[in-house]
């Protein structure tokens, strides 16, 4: 009996193909609506985790002043320096790796090329700290970092400048002069594209001996780069890291800290959580054109009981039980709101998969919406769908038959 009544619906859903069609559009722009806004989001959101893990793993960037950024430092507040570095690694625990790093902008000329690049100092501590790997070459050998060598380890953007696309033209062995002095090429950086701070791949490092001689001419150090160990607890370890400096830098117990500690899982984790957030708004926003399209499915359904008065008391007059018509009529109603969430998961998935390309943000599949959009939409053809079923299943078969 029941898939008697599936026919019979599925036959009246053909019989009006165009009337159909408009009445599943409310559901198809409601459910790719939704599948669509959390998709994206959710590639955001995951773009966003990728570009600050890409700074580095459990770091935490310690810098002078009150707060990273334009005025942080201020006059007279006073620098690191390499010891810096070398005491939080030597007397607080939970730390994996320290890299003191001093920065400046240079140009850098190599193959008869010139490039306006950022050069940094620092120590091979500085590839674990920031997750960064080697595509061809080598790190620093222990006494080139001790005693200042003129040896350089370059990112993907300044080989491409200096010497082209070419495949094999790494420039390793080659001379690379920075400034007023000329280094070896001992190593390319493998390709991290953008990143928070601009294009990490626009970099040339070096030893920090070697910028802080024959670059900046100071032993100062601009930031000190604090890589935690796997599941340590970064609240307890800044707090041993913030009154650890507070020793080295002589500060009483009423002065201010002059440094500051940026913790870049916090930020990931919040940033996260924003976008999380809006993504469920935006989310709810578009769910509200599936209760629309849930109206539009009543008033068809209702339009089409009035048509069809003389065949429902026709078959109510022959013997067919209210409950059959009921059924009959909420399958109908559940078919085009299924159907119009089927058509709207093929939508939303293509357009979720153009439009992530378009943005540059990762094509993030959740089958967890797809379905829950999916069964939303059935769900709404039932809750839409009973009172006109109901009012059909109602009907006096004399007055139905007696309808013109």
């Keep these: 009996m029941l898939f008697s009544v599936f026919m019979l619906a599925l036959r009246s859903v053909r019989r009006n193909v165009l009337r159909s069609f408009l009445t599943v559009l409310g559901i198809v722009i409601g459910v790719s609506a939704v599948i669509t806004m959390v998709t994206l989001g959710n590639g955001a959101t995951q773009a966003i985790e990728d570009k ?8 935490l960037m310690v810098s002078p002043g009150q707060r990273i950024g334009g005025g942080g430092g201020g006059g007279g507040v006073p620098q690191f320096v390499e010891a810096d570095g070398e005491a939080i690694a030597a007397q607080i625990g939970g730390v994996a790796a320290v890299a003191p790093q001093g920065r400046a902008s240079a140009t850098v000329v190599a193959n008869g090329r010139n490039w306006a690049t950022t050069v940094v100092g620092s120590s091979n501590a500085w590839f ?36 082209g696309a070419t495949v094999g033209q790494t420039g390793l062995g080659q001379q690379l002069r920075v400034k007023n002095f000329s280094c070896e090429v001992i190593g390319v950086l493998a390709a991290k594209g953008q990143g928070g701070m ?32 796997d599941g340590s607890d970064s609240a307890p370890l800044k707090a041993s890291l913030r ?56 008033n068809i359904m209702l339009v089409s009981v009035t048509e ?23 399958i109908e109603a559940v078919v085009l709101s299924a159907l119009g969430g089927v058509v709207g998961v093929l939508i939303a998935t293509a357009a979720s998969y153009v439009l992530a390309g378009v943005m540059g943000v990762p094509y993030a599949f959740d089958a967890t919406i797809n379905l829950l959009s999916l069964l ?19 009907m006096d078969p004399i007055e139905a038959l007696r309808h013109e």
């Excluded at 893990?53 to 459990?58: D, P, R």
């Excluded at 601009?198 to 930031?223: A, C, E, N, W, Y």
């Design 52 to 59: 600050i893990t890409s700074l580095g793993t459990n770091l």
């Design 128 to 163: 674990e700290t920031g997750n960064w790997q080697l595509a061809s070459g080598r790190l620093f050998a222990p006494d080139e970092q001790l005693s200042g060598a003129a040896v350089c380890i370059i990112g993907e953007t300044v080989r491409r400048e200096l010497w």
């Design 198 to 229: 601009g294009d990490q791949d626009d970099t040339v490092l070096l030893p920090l001996h070697t910028l802080q001689r024959r670059v900046t001419g100071s032993r100062k150090v601009g930031v000190l780069l604090v890589s935690m160990q």
């Design 243 to 298: 009154q650890l400096l507070r020793e080295r830098r002589h500060l009483a117990a009423s002065d201010d800290d002059n440094f500051n500690i940026f913790d870049t899982q916090q930020l990931a984790e919040t940033l996260s959580s924003t976008m999380g957030v809006l993504t469920s708004l935006l989310g709810a926003v578009a769910a509200v054109s599936l209760l629309v399209g849930g109206i539009g499915i009543m």
């Design 308 to 330: 069809r008065t003389r065949e429902i008391g026709l078959r109510l007059a022959v013997g067919a039980l209210e409950s059959e018509v009921l059924l009959q009529f909420l």
């Design 376 to 394: 939303f939409s059935a769900a709404i053809g039932v809750v839409f769908g009973y009172f006109p079923a109901r009012r059909a299943a109602r």
